[in-house]
């Protein structure tokens, strides 16, 4: 049985969100919940941002490409032919292959499709480990439902949950810039050619609908009333200007690197008003809090409302991280972000650190087997995304 946990509702501690929570007898444990994930914790060693200088990837060459047919349907779930064993024997990319790999296409609103050759400067790459394997699991909800749905507008617009958004093709985002929102590749392209509504991709920050919720408190007593109508709730669309994928995802489509580089970067034609995230290089799982990530999307048994979750990590390859979060198709996209101590700053900090790519399909001997997997923000990954977003790499030199 899937429990329809109200955050929003349970924070404020009303009557009727006591009738969400069959599994929770008091409000204690959410409320609980809820301090341990904002407040930073007390404790002599706190978990602390890694201080690394990152690699430069620079674009260098720009050529015009065929203009895509746009006929491919939008995927949801993620079909590879290589399974976690088959990551852990792979061989870490050359110097070569990863300058093929991190070329990238740029789809643009008017249907011009460039392709950018890069170059990489001051990289070295890391030492092979051989991580251990995950457990396989075969269903999307592992057990009891841990996933919450966050409503009511003062949770809604407020960050992090603002900085979440829902991509016209079915997916998820986050926002990581003034314009831009971090996705994952398969939704936009399918691996051989852009999915169906691509040109005229769209982003939609979920809202309140105003003239339901005429003012604060007749917008709480409306999601108390009716916590999970999706009518009170509405969209604002912006439409994508230019659409950047790494040729790691396209050339990935028949081998075994393409989940490696599920990753994908809009940029907006305006400027959105909300909070974003800031990008960050992935840390080792066990660096976490709590070994901890979490994530907000929009699922699509939930219509109209953004769920949020988090798990503990399990096990990660340099590539990709391995975790038991529930989630369904529709929060593939969504940006998987950690909260630590940022050293230079001085400061508590929220960072995207990978991107969910869904529930990773593999056939093997001749049967379906399920991974529930992310994509790691790597160094390059992050010198890539973030020259992507401030069209710069002076600023991008620090993950």
């Known amino acids: 049985m899937q429990t ?8 404020r501690g ?26 930073p914790p007390v404790t002599l060693i706190q978990p602390q941002w890694p201080l690394q200088r990152v690699p430069v990837v620079l674009p260098q ?21 290589c399974d976690p064993e088959c990551h852990k024997k792979a061989l870490p990319p050359s110097y070569w292959d990863l300058r093929s790999i991190l070329s990238y296409e740029t789809l643009h609103s008017n249907g011009r499709l460039t392709e950018t050759a890069v170059g990489i400067y001051g990289y070295t790459a890391p030492t092979q480990t051989t991580p251990a394997l995950p457990s396989r699991r075969k269903r999307q909800i592992f057990g009891h439902d841990g996933r919450f749905s966050i409503v009511g507008q003062d949770f809604l617009l407020n960050y992090p949950f603002s900085a979440a958004v829902k991509l016209s093709t079915g997916c998820s985002g986050t926002l990581v810039g003034d314009r ?3 996705t994952a590749a398969h939704c936009v392209h399918d691996g051989k050619n852009y999915v169906k509504g691509a040109q005229k991709l769209r982003v939609g920050f979920l809202k309140p609908k105003q003239r339901d919720s005429p003012n604060p408190a007749s917008a709480t007593n409306a999601s ?28 990935g489509n028949g081998n075994d690197i393409g989940m490696d580089y599920d990753y994908a970067l809009l940029e907006l034609k305006k400027a959105h008003k909300r909070r974003h995230m ?11 809090p709590g070994r901890r990530v979490q994530f907000s999307g929009y699922d699509n048994d939930r219509p109209g409302q953004l769920v949020y979750r988090f798990c503990r990590a399990g ?11 529930d989630a369904q198709p529709g929060a593939s996209g969504s940006g998987i972000y950690a909260r630590m101590w940022d050293r230079r700053r001085r400061r508590w900090e929220r960072k995207v650190i990978g991107v969910f790519s869904g529930h990773q399909w593999v056939e093997r001997d001749g049967a379906s087997q399920e ?20 069209g710069n790499y002076v600023d991008c030199r620090e993950g």
């Open 14 to 39: 009303s009557p009727s969100s006591m009738a969400s929570f069959p599994s929770i007898p008091s409000p204690l444990p959410l409320l609980s919940l809820f301090f341990l994930l904002s407040i």
């Open 315 to 325: 096990e990660e390859t340099p590539d990709l991280l391995y975790q038991h979060c």
């Open 278 to 288: 800031k990008l960050g290089v992935s840390p080792p799982a066990k660096q976490l």
């Open 180 to 182: 831009h929102v971090l």
């Open 61 to 81: 060459v720009t050529e015009d490409r065929p203009a895509p047919h746009f006929q491919a349907d939008a995927r949801l779930d993620v079909t590879s032919p």
């Open 224 to 251: 108390n009333t009716h916590p999970s109508s999706p009518d009170k709730m509405k969209f604002q669309w912006i439409r994508a200007k230019r659409t950047h994928v790494p040729k790691g995802w396209i050339k």
């Open 371 to 390: 991974f529930n997997v992310a994509v790691r923000v790597t160094p390059l990954k992050y010198a890539q995304i973030c020259y992507w977003i401030k």
């Open 4 to 11: 329809n946990h109200k955050w929003g509702e349970a924070l």
